[in-house]
């Protein structure tokens, strides 16, 4: 019985996740309409990490960005510059935030927030890193210039886009630390097994 609950809940959890993502993914939608929020794909993967941990977990949430991105590519029109060969490499990006998320103890405010942080911190950006270095060697960028530039495509792109990570990470450490403080719901409010 107890079983089936947290095979319920886990569900529960990746459908809530998709559904923000699809919200958040960056696309033309009806919430991009309303307020423009940051992709939520990284932060899933640590809260897939750190509390679900299962591989197929990840595999269901890689696939779903992949699938969010092919469905907003073919069917709402949207510009298809970041496919390149580079993508195939974003997967693996994925499943590392995921692998790394099984080192973080919880994502609430406790005794580990520091080394927590840090994880999470060099974790997206690494993920970032590279995931932006295949994009830049696979697009234009780098067949005109090489890497000459791309330490000045890295300063920029990297304060706007790494932050929007850690945003969703603070919010959900916020959440969290509530949630553990209140219980709105018990399965995210212990420490992982």
């Not at 794909?41 to 897939?48: G, K, V």
């Not at 941990?53 to 092919?70: Q, Y």
């Not at 103890?105 to 005794?111: A, C, E, G, R, Y």
């Not at 960028?141 to 090489?146: I, M, Q, R, S, V």
Request: glycine fraction near 4%.
């Amino acid at each position: 019985m107890t079983d089936q609950i947290n095979k319920t809940r886990t569900v529960f959890a990746v459908f809530i996740m998709v559904l923000l993502m699809i919200a958040t993914r960056g696309h033309n939608n009806w919430i991009s309409s309303i307020v423009h929020l940051p992709d939520f794909t990284i932060p899933a993967l640590f809260i897939a990490g750190v509390y679900l941990r299962k591989f197929r977990v990840a595999f269901v949430i890689i696939l779903s960005a992949i699938a969010i991105d092919n469905y907003a590519i073919v069917h709402e029109g949207i510009g298809a510059n970041c496919i390149t060969p580079a993508y195939s490499v974003l997967p693996f990006t994925y499943y590392g935030v995921f692998w790394i998320g099984k080192y973080i103890s919880s994502l609430k405010i406790d005794s580990n927030i520091i080394k927590n942080t840090f994880v999470v911190v060099a974790a997206s950006s690494t993920q970032w890193l590279i995931a932006t270095s295949s994009y830049y060697f696979f697009t234009g960028a780098y067949a005109k210039t090489g890497w000459t530039n791309f330490y000045a495509y890295v300063t920029q792109w990297s304060m706007v886009e790494i932050p929007l990570v850690l945003y969703w990470m603070i919010a959900i450490t916020i959440v969290f630390t509530l949630n553990h403080r209140y219980s709105f719901t018990s399965f995210f409010s212990a420490q992982k097994s």
